[in-house]
């Protein structure tokens, strides 16, 4: 039996008050369809309680962060906490999306803290992983995402685990229109599916993998086909109601 099917859109510092309307005004007519799909998108953090407002099918369509402090209160001028995430309604929260990695110098170790803080703040948290081109190139593809899954999901409380969520984005692959190919992909959600189970000594049967990078209309059916890939994050195509929409339709018949 496939693990349900997870669709995140990840907009990114993306759409406008105009825009997110226009996205539900067509989105909310065929949505209620897909009750056999996760749909989840997370929009930029002052736009969540309009989104929220807008989706008559909230119950449906799950909000959550792109991001979030290390801390739940304090001065941090600037950031956002997990707690005031879960406090707006928020569901989830996206860590260590490469782009914070690269943009804003996030490393494993307060990608860590933040994971755990989210999880005890009562977040799911999706947390990103994934190697560049030159990595890949030299073939160390499977050693970096095992790094980033040893100390990024290290000392994770054994009843949070189930709120994790692991997300597997190539970097070569994001916003390049360059996905993986379903072999490259399913090569590597099996190996973190693995060693997840062998190292953390989570059950990881349970345990959805998302994968991210190009993923569009055109390309998400052979990328769910996959034994391991359960659903995608999906960036560019989610901004688009129409483009959204069938990727849910895709996750629901999956
Ligand atoms: P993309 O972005 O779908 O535009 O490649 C994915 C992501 O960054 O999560």
């Not at 989105?27 to 930029?44: G, R």
């Amino acid at each position: 039996m496939k693990r349900k099917i997870h669709i995140v859109g990840n907009w990114k510092m993306n759409q406008t008050l105009a825009s997110i309307k226009t996205f539900f005004t067509e989105f909310n007519e065929t949505c209620a369809k897909y009750n056999n799909c996760n749909m989840w998108i997370a929009p930029q953090f002052i736009h969540i309680p309009y989104l929220q407002e807008l989706a008559r099918t909230r119950n449906l369509v799950k909000v959550g962060g792109q991001n979030c402090s290390h801390v739940n209160s304090g001065a941090f001028t600037g950031d956002v906490s997990a707690a005031s995430l879960k406090d707006m309604g928020a569901d989830f929260v996206i860590i260590g999306h490469s782009e914070r990695r690269a943009f804003f110098q996030e490393k494993d170790e307060i990608l860590n803290t933040k994971t755990i803080n989210a999880l005890n703040a009562g977040l799911k948290v999706i947390f990103c992983v994934g190697e560049t081109l030159e990595e890949r190139e030299a073939d160390k593809t499977k050693a970096i995402i095992k790094g980033q899954i040893d100390k990024g999901l290290a000392k994770i409380p054994s009843n949070k685990i189930k709120d994790v969520i692991v997300a597997y984005e190539p970097v070569w692959a994001i916003g390049t229109g360059k996905n993986a190919t379903p072999e490259q992909a399913q090569e590597v959600h099996k190996f973190i599916r693995g060693h997840i189970n062998s190292t953390l000594k989570w059950n990881s049967d349970e345990l959805i993998i998302l994968y991210g990078g190009s993923v569009k209309p055109s390309n998400i059916d052979e990328l769910l086909d996959c034994q391991d890939i359960d659903g995608a994050l999906v960036g560019g195509a989610s901004l688009v109601a129409a483009d959204y929409d069938k990727l849910c339709a895709s996750g629901n018949r999956k």
